[in-house]
């Protein structure tokens, strides 16, 4: 079973940008989409974004749309640059691999570790 290592994140004021991380230790995970979640404190886990396995096809949340930018360089790595950063954008994300993940009941295969992002006000 393969791993999602994930890099990126940190403290940054509001306004500010930020470049996630994502890379796939599994070449079966280069067969499905790679996407990002978010979870704030007392929060469910929210979907962000996705691509597809060639990045030709990318999906959003209403509240990013805009201001982050998915991307995929390879079939195994996915990277989410996230502009114009507010402090509700503040939780820990997540790497996913899997299919339907912009769906309300997607099919994760596997969870990055997770990484705290931080925008103070």
């Known amino acids: 079973q393969g791993q999602l290592v994930e890099s990126g994140g940190g403290l940054v004021q509001a306004g500010g940008s930020l470049r996630l991380s994502c890379a796939a230790s599994s070449r079966t995970f280069s067969s499905y989409s790679m996407g990002w979640f978010r979870q704030a404190p007392g929060r469910e886990r929210e979907f962000v974004a996705r691509?597809?396995?060639?990045?030709?096809?990318t999906e959003y949340a209403d509240d990013v749309k805009g201001r982050f930018t998915i991307s995929r360089d390879n079939t195994s790595t996915v990277y989410l640059l996230m502009n114009s950063l507010k402090p509700e954008d503040t939780a820990v994300y997540y790497c996913?691999?899997?299919?339907?993940?912009?769906?309300?009941?997607?099919?994760?295969?596997?969870w990055g570790q997770g990484t705290q992002v931080t925008v103070s006000s």
């Open positions: 996913a691999v899997g299919t339907r993940l912009a769906y309300a009941s997607p099919s994760v295969l596997g």
């Open positions: 691509s597809n396995r060639f990045g030709s096809v």
